[in-house]
């Protein structure tokens, strides 16, 4: 088979909803179909990948992560290289990622005469308000949730990140929506609580300037306040005052000046270490260092992958208790309340740094729940299933 991949996004940027294009392309390769790619001109090749990329704009040569306004010259730009692309090649099925890709990809696979699988990993207006491009009670709200839901009209098969947003689809377009949730899943032979020996562990922490003895907790993913990265270092602050002996590793970007400037500001710099962007090759390696994990994400759309990387890597949980969470850690997650309160967050990794026999039970137990619920071999047996219930209707 034949799979056309349309990702309105600088694949590969090493986060989030990157690694499950990846992860689905890779899987998809390993069951001997052939994956292309076209996505925005600027991101990482993959060296087991075919991406092709769009022009570059010759007005702008960087971007923020996000919503913005320029994402639609962007998107006029990948819905012209997708176009030339079909003009000169045949494919079996046409896969847009985020509402942006299944609308291109929607003329793509109409041109072709294939189906359409949309692959939604959160709702379109939900994260223009997360980021806060979009105002819930301004006067374009309304037009961007027409938008929306006529884009989730158009696929012949859509498949959700979450059984959230599955929920929310099914409900919004009504009976004979053909809605299937695939969760984010995580690769258990990559991510491994094994995948460092103790002496590496400890001199990667030296090195990183962590001062011994601390326990440590690991963030991986996006800096920004709507993945919560304000009340994290809130929660430091509180930690510190309470002479908690922990320390946090933030691993990610962008905005690393910004947050470490508000550590500062916050009395933290001294508890906080801050690596930038870490590449997804290595980040089983920095997992590794730490005790506890954290997902401070408040977002009720949106799915949260670096979750079930921390399960993978046996790290007991702490997040926020949204049904999104819930939904990847079940009862074994270490819940701070859904209000965004850092007093809250700092009492459940609190509550975990003084027990360090339930840190290590919960830290099997997740692992084993990633293996049972989440693995990205399963979810490969489920992706083609769809797909042959797109090709035959």
């Excluded at 940027?13 to 390769?29: F, K, P, S, T």
């Excluded at 209000?339 to 990794?349: F, K, N």
Aim: glycine content about 8%; hydrophobic content about 45%; some cysteine.
């Amino acid at each position: 088979m034949r799979v056309l991949m349309v990702a309105p996004t600088s694949f590969f940027l090493d986060y989030g909803c990157h690694v499950r294009i990846l992860e689905e392309a890779r899987v998809l390769q390993k069951h001997g179909h052939r994956v292309t790619l076209v996505t925005y001109y600027l991101g990482r090749d993959l060296p087991d990948l075919e991406i092709i990329r769009t022009r570059p704009t010759p007005w702008r040569a960087d971007y923020e992560v996000g919503s913005s306004l320029h994402k639609i010259a962007f998107d006029i730009f990948l819905g012209w290289t997708g176009l030339t692309t079909v003009l000169r090649r045949r494919f079996d099925i046409v896969h847009g990622h985020l509402h942006e890709g299944a609308l291109i990809g929607y003329f793509l696979s109409r041109l072709l005469r294939v189906p359409l699988v949309a692959d939604f990993q959160g709702s379109l207006t939900g994260e223009m308000v997360d980021h806060h491009f979009l105002d819930p009670e301004g006067r374009w709200y309304r037009w961007a949730r027409l938008l929306e839901r006529r884009i989730s009209l158009l696929p012949d098969v859509i498949v959700t990140s979450t059984q959230q947003t599955a929920y929310r689809l099914e409900k919004d377009l009504g009976p004979g929506a053909r809605v299937y949730p695939l969760p984010d899943c995580v690769n258990l032979d990559f991510f491994r609580p094994d995948v460092l020996p103790a002496d590496a562990v400890a001199a990667r922490r030296a090195a990183l300037g962590i001062p011994a003895g601390r326990l440590l907790v690991v963030y991986l993913g996006l800096l920004a306040d709507y993945q919560g990265t304000p009340h994290l270092l809130r929660a430091a602050r509180i930690l510190k005052q309470c002479h908690a002996n922990v320390h946090f590793l933030i691993m990610g970007f962008p905005g690393v000046a910004h947050y470490r400037r508000m550590a500062q500001e916050l009395g933290v710099a001294d508890r906080v270490t801050f690596t930038g962007k870490v590449r997804y090759e290595e980040a089983p390696a920095h997992l590794a260092l730490g005790e506890i994990a954290i997902a401070p994400k408040l977002s009720a759309t949106e799915g949260a992958g670096k979750i079930l990387n921390y399960m993978a890597m046996s790290l007991p949980t702490v997040t926020f208790d949204t049904p999104v969470s819930r939904e990847y850690l079940g009862m074994l997650g270490v819940y701070a309340k859904r209000t965004g309160d850092p007093v809250s967050l700092a009492d459940a990794i609190l509550s975990l740094a003084q027990s360090p026999e339930w840190r290590r039970e919960l830290g099997e137990k997740l692992r084993r729940r990633a293996a049972r619920h989440f693995s990205w071999e399963r979810a490969g047996r489920h992706l083609l299933n769809i797909y042959r219930i797109a090709l035959h209707g």
